[in-house]
């Protein structure tokens, strides 16, 4: 009997349509909460995660730093770097949320074609049934109802930055909402193990 040769690899070429090639191509890279945090540790003084970040107010830091270094001997140096330790330890709190509000940023110019497209689909193929008790939540905002399918889609587990991506409305929008729902009951507060990212849970819509 002769042995049959098999193949050792298979090699698969695979070719994205032009406009999505283009549309996957200008997505930048996103930042990291871990590495905003390294930052914040080691120069954190020095304003630094606030450049990486793209927040205001790293000069700010720099010269609050300097120039308390150099009225310190002067005793009143102790009053700027008092303030920049405690500006510091103040910005370690809110550094997951400007890591989510960069990777919206970055993420939305590629979203926008996605979301144009989607308006296209007939409502009924597109939109999810919803349980009886949420769907009665939701009420005539299209607001909410918009959060609701992102919340679907998403397994029941919704960031504010996924609801902006979603429904195309600014951070404080959305954030005001989602909490319209938790003070109605119907929505649950939580934090992503590891970021510490504010997250809403849809109870009735977790998988």
Not at 25 to 49: D, M, N, Q, R, V
Not at 69 to 85: A, D, K, Q, R, S
Not at 123 to 139: F, I, S
Request: with cysteine.
């Amino acid at each position: 009997m002769t042995e049959k040769e098999s193949p050792t690899g298979v090699t698969v070429n695979v070719t994205l349509p032009a406009h999505q090639a283009e549309q996957y191509a200008h997505i930048p890279e996103l930042k990291s909460t871990g590495f905003a945090y390294l930052i914040w540790a080691f120069a954190g003084f020095l304003g630094a995660h606030r450049f990486y970040l793209g927040r205001p107010h790293g000069v700010t830091m720099l010269i609050l730093l300097f120039g308390g270094l150099i009225t310190l001997p002067f005793v009143i140096g102790l009053v700027p770097l008092l303030i920049l330790g405690i500006w510091v330890l103040v910005d370690a709190v809110a550094i997951p949320r400007w890591v989510e509000e960069s990777r919206a940023a970055a993420l939305a110019p590629a979203a926008a074609p996605v979301m144009q497209s989607r308006q296209t689909v007939p409502a009924a193929a597109q939109t999810p049934a919803l349980p009886p008790a949420v769907a009665a939540a939701a009420g005539t905002g299209s607001l909410r109802i918009q959060l609701l399918k992102a919340a679907v889609e998403k397994g029941g587990v919704l960031t504010v930055t996924e609801g902006v991506i979603a429904t195309g409305k600014t951070f404080k929008e959305v954030e005001a909402c989602l909490n319209r729902m938790v003070d109605s009951g119907y929505v649950d507060i939580d934090n992503r193990p590891g970021s510490g990212v504010v997250t809403y849970v849809f109870t009735e819509l977790r998988d």
